[in-house]
């Protein structure tokens, strides 16, 4: 046999008479052969890998963001390359290496907007952006931020609260900075100034820390609109703990809608997203731009869902049994 003929066996194509076929993998049953990925990488010039860049693991959102992409990536026969960039020293570095072991790139739009990342972007590696910014000028693909958050806002004005936070750090990621332009335009749809937002990141400690802050200063807040469940949650627990009643001295409303929400007491009213589907469009899209079989589209946007619960002062539907 040629070594065309075993090729094309092995590639699965048709122009191979059924004779020749049933030679060569009998021959593979045989030795137990295992084609090299790597030798047929430098071949092609394909890897069948693609990148995924985040933050970190730690957190529900990640997790399910991950998972999302994984699994499509598989259905398309890719592999997937991880890199984290939090604790990174060098995230210049780990991008330029990535691109050499992938056929291209997906990453957040925390990370797409730092000035490390322009590189990679403007590199001829197909990159995709989940949750960024549509004016990086690459292929992004997000949920929907602001009319949610708008809508999240009013909702409390609606119980009566008056004196709103925002909680989360806007430059933090794009998505964060559009819940916040939704919380103002909340404001001044009824001629309300808003608050400057408070600004911290988006951990457990975080939000334990601000409480204990907000309480030491006698805040007047009494509602918080958390940029994330963790966030939001944790606010919650250390509220509790301190002897705040919510939503009865203090509202409180989230972001995600991760799992935990559906548990606590009272049952976190948040927006839910649509993140394994997220992570699964990025990777489609991903490898729709490798293969050619399209151009990359500037931004897709996908709608999200307020899920009311008895943080915000409603009366919760019970949890469904199952």
């Not at 808003?194 to 030491?216: H, K, M, N, T, Y």
Request: aromatic share 4%; hydrophobic share 45%.
């Amino acid at each position: 046999m040629s070594i065309a003929t075993v090729s094309r066996v092995l590639h699965g194509s048709p122009a191979v008479s059924d004779t020749a076929r049933d030679k060569v993998l009998s021959a593979v049953d045989r030795l137990d052969y295992v084609p090299s990925g790597a030798a047929r990488s430098l071949a092609v010039r394909q890897f069948e890998a693609h990148g995924l860049v985040l933050p970190e693991l730690r957190g529900p959102y990640y997790s399910e963001l991950l998972l999302g992409f994984e699994a499509r990536a598989a259905e398309l026969e890719q592999s997937v390359v991880v890199v984290l960039a939090d604790g990174n020293r060098d995230l210049d570095h780990a991008l330029r290496r990535l691109a050499t072991r992938v056929d291209g790139i997906a990453m957040l739009g925390s990370i797409a907007a730092q000035e490390c990342a322009a590189r990679t972007m403007r590199g001829p590696k197909p990159v995709v952006v989940v949750g960024g910014d549509p004016a990086l000028g690459v292929e992004t693909i997000c949920a929907e931020n602001v009319s949610s958050a708008q809508a999240l806002t009013e909702h409390l004005f609606a119980h009566g609260r008056t004196d709103l936070l925002f909680v989360g750090d806007p430059d933090g990621a794009p998505d964060v900075r559009l819940r916040l332009e939704g919380f103002r335009a909340a404001h001044r749809a009824r001629g309300r100034p808003a608050a400057d937002p408070v600004r911290i990141q988006f951990r457990e400690s975080d939000g334990v820390a601000f409480v204990d802050r907000l309480l030491a200063r006698r805040h007047t807040a009494d509602g918080l609109v958390c940029a994330n469940d963790e966030l939001a949650v944790s606010v919650m627990a250390r509220l509790a703990e301190r002897g705040v009643d919510v939503p009865g001295d203090l509202a409180v409303v989230g972001w995600d809608d991760v799992m935990t929400a559906r548990y606590v007491s009272p049952g976190l009213t948040t927006v839910r997203q649509p993140v394994h589907r997220l992570g699964a469009l990025a990777a489609e899209a991903l490898h729709a731009q490798v293969t050619g079989a399209r151009q990359r589209t500037r931004c897709r946007v996908l709608p999200t869902d307020i899920v009311i619960r008895g943080s915000c002062g409603c009366t919760a539907p019970p949890l469904p049994r199952k």
